[in-house]
């Protein structure tokens, strides 16, 4: 069974940095592409960045672009965002995914979302 | 970047009736790239259809997609009182960005 468990989430001043990071397990993981996907409150799913399995092609939204870095650890089966430059508008839960099709049947950067962990909150605020 | 429309905001019916939503994309949508997703409160998302019309493992007959090019539908049949959530569109076909549709609540009539 697919378990993702983020972690890192909290409060944090805008300006400033956090990493969030995301335990993978019952799956192979270095064969799927894995991503994070954000819901600000009460609002609706927006996605964030992206990166493929092996290769770590990455891929991001406009809006987080060159604020936060997603990398991925196949050792440790492990996913991470590293964002910096902090704003209020980047308060959301934020959600690891992990793609449906494995690397063979996935077109890089063309992600859709097969299992999710129960997500991480930050929250950017003075 | 394809923007993502979904009709209704919000959809009151009765269990046991049928839910139709829809997600229309302000372009096309090449090779059905459409996934649709459930969301129940306090809960993540989880993948209902695939490739527009593919249901993803697990799912029940219930849920069935449709469509192609920039009109989509989801139908829900003989609605169950588990059913009553936000459902939202996703398009994987142009990425980056890939792109949600901004959700559909189906609630209790």
């Known amino acids: 069974e697919v378990h993702l468990l983020e972690s890192g989430g909290g409060l944090v001043q805008p300006g400033g940095s956090l990493i969030l990071s995301c335990a993978a397990s019952?799956?192979?993981?270095?064969?799927?592409?894995m991503n994070w996907v954000r819901q600000a409150p009460g609002e609706g799913l927006e996605w964030v960045s992206g990166?493929?399995?092996?290769?770590?092609?990455?891929f991001y939204a406009d809006s987080v672009k060159g604020r936060f870095t997603i990398s991925r650890d196949n050792s440790k089966n492990t996913l991470s965002l590293q964002m910096n430059s902090l704003r209020a508008d980047d308060t959301a839960i934020y959600y690891c995914?992990?793609?449906?099709?494995?690397?063979?049947?996935?077109?890089?950067?063309?992600?859709?979302?097969?299992?999710w962990g129960q997500g991480t909150l930050v929250t950017v605020s003075s | 970047e394809i923007v993502l429309t979904q009709s209704p905001g919000t959809l009151s019916l009765s269990p046991g009736e049928t839910a139709t939503l829809s997600c229309r994309a302000s372009?096309?949508?090449?090779?059905?790239?459409l996934a649709w997703y459930q969301q129940r409160p306090g809960q993540p998302p989880r993948l209902l259809i695939y490739?527009?019309?593919r249901r993803a493992p697990g799912i029940p007959d219930r849920f069935s997609g449709s469509g192609s090019g920039t009109d989509f539908t989801l139908t829900i049949s003989r609605l169950e009182p588990e059913d009553f959530a936000v459902y939202y569109c996703?398009?994987?076909?142009?990425?980056?960005?890939?792109?949600f549709g901004g959700g559909t609540k189906v609630e209790i009539k």
């Open positions: 995914a992990k793609v449906l099709t494995s690397v063979t049947a996935t077109i890089a950067g063309k992600y859709f979302f097969g299992s």
């Open positions: 019952g799956f192979t993981f270095n064969n799927y592409a």
């Open positions: 990166i493929s399995g092996r290769s770590g092609r990455t």
């Open positions: 372009q096309s949508v090449s090779g059905n790239s």
């Open positions: 490739d527009a019309s």
């Open positions: 996703q398009q994987y076909d142009s990425s980056p960005p890939l792109t």
